[in-house]
Every structure is written in C-alpha cells, then in structure tokens.
C-alpha cells in the first residue's frame, strides 16, 4: 500500500485530507509539528509527503531542506496559504517537487500525488515507450517513426512529462509549474510554442503531418500523450 506522511497543523485541514486520501487506498501517517516529522521521516519510509509550510517547531522550509541535504529524495508536495510567487519559488528551490496552496480541492490534491506517485513508480525506468515514441532518459534521445535527434533542455522535460501519464491531461498551468516552475498564469503560449517545437523537430514532414504526433491538445484545458490503440 502507498504511504503517504501528512504534516499539517490544523486539524480540520487534516482530517479533510487524511479522509479523501483514505478514501484512494491510501495510507496515511499524521503529524502536527516539525520536530516529530523530520523524526519519522528518518526512521520510516514513505512514498509521498505532504507539507504544509507554516507548522510549529519547524517550518516546512526547513523540513524540506534537511530531507534534501540528506539525499531523501521522497516526493514532497508543499501546501500553504501562502500564495505569493516567491514563496513558491523558496518551496522549489528548496526540492519540493509541487505547491499546492490553500483553499484547494481535494481532486486536485488527489490527481497531482497521483502524478508524482507514478513519476517515483518510473524514475528506474531508463526508457519511456508509448507507441511509436520512445524517451532514452540516459542518452536523452527521443525517437518518433524513424526519426531520432536530441532535444532542448525544456522541450525534454515537458515531453517525458507528458510521457510518464499517457491517456492523462495536464492543464498549461501544469505543465509550466512542472517544466518551468511558474505557478501562475502567465497570459503567454510559452506551452504551445514549446509544443510546437517539438513536433516540428520529430515530425518528418514527408511521412506525416504535425497534427499526427501523439501530443494531442484538449481544447481550453491542455494536452496529453494519446495512448495507443
């Protein structure tokens, strides 16, 4: 069974919580303060933890830093009312791997830990194959119908995102949180441009059209990587 660390200091919040990921098959260990959790985080494993930021004895912050000096590389998800970008971007800088702040729904709190539970479930995994495409996560080849070539920095990282879920739709806002660490909406197409790049770069232009590489769009929400037939 996935086990999933809570430290989360309201209670109300909590129990919220801890009852829908129950309700996912999860199984989930409380905590209230930093001390005790930094305890069991280094006495127990866990598949997943979620972080709230402003707790006693503490901080989130400081929890997140001494698991990452430590090489615990465990998925953390920070979750705080602290909304502001730069707090965002302490929690990234600091190795959480998602902020989700409060108020938040729980299927969303549900559908990113499904996320990075399936990114730790792969991360051995040296090369991603949906269909035609494939993803050397060694060499950082990708390779599409015969085509095979190197990708930027960002164009990888979005790819092997996508490919980690495929049939799943990542909202745009997903996709830059993950790929470029913003969180908020930017009001730019830097996701499509991306997009676009790497289908121009696999698709041979004599063989197929830009449309028939498995990225598909989903009209106002995102994009997904089809599964195969």
Not at 49 to 73: A, C, F, H, N, T
Not at 151 to 176: A, C, H, K
Request: proline residues 3%; glycine residues 6%; charged residues 25%.
């Amino acid at each position: 069974m996935t086990r999933m660390l809570l430290v989360e200091d309201e209670l109300k919040i909590a129990n919220f919580m801890i009852l829908g990921l129950q309700g996912e098959g999860y199984e989930v260990h409380h905590e209230i303060e930093g001390l005790s959790a930094l305890q069991s985080l280094f006495k127990k494993t866990y598949d997943l933890i979620l972080l709230d930021v402003m707790i006693p004895g503490k901080s989130g912050y400081e929890i997140l830093q001494s698991l990452r000096s430590e090489e615990i590389k465990t998925p953390v998800i920070m979750i705080s009312a602290k909304s502001e970008l730069s707090d965002k971007l302490l929690g990234f800088e600091y190795g959480a791997d998602d902020y989700l702040t409060k108020p938040f729904f729980m299927e969303e709190l549900i559908a990113r830990s499904k996320v990075l539970l399936s990114r730790k479930q792969n991360t051995n995994i040296e090369v991603l194959t949906v269909g035609e495409l494939s993803l050397d996560r060694v060499t950082r080849r990708v390779n599409w119908q015969g085509k095979s070539l190197v990708l930027s920095q960002r164009e990888f990282t979005l790819l092997e995102y996508l490919m980690r879920s495929p049939g799943n739709v990542f909202t745009r806002q997903q996709i830059m949180q993950f790929v470029w660490g913003i969180d908020f909406n930017t009001q730019t197409n830097i996701v499509d441009v991306c997009i676009q790049r790497i289908r121009k770069k696999l698709v041979n232009s004599e063989k197929s059209e830009l449309n028939d590489f498995p990225i598909e769009s989903i009209r106002g929400i995102g994009y997904r990587i089809q599964k195969p037939d």
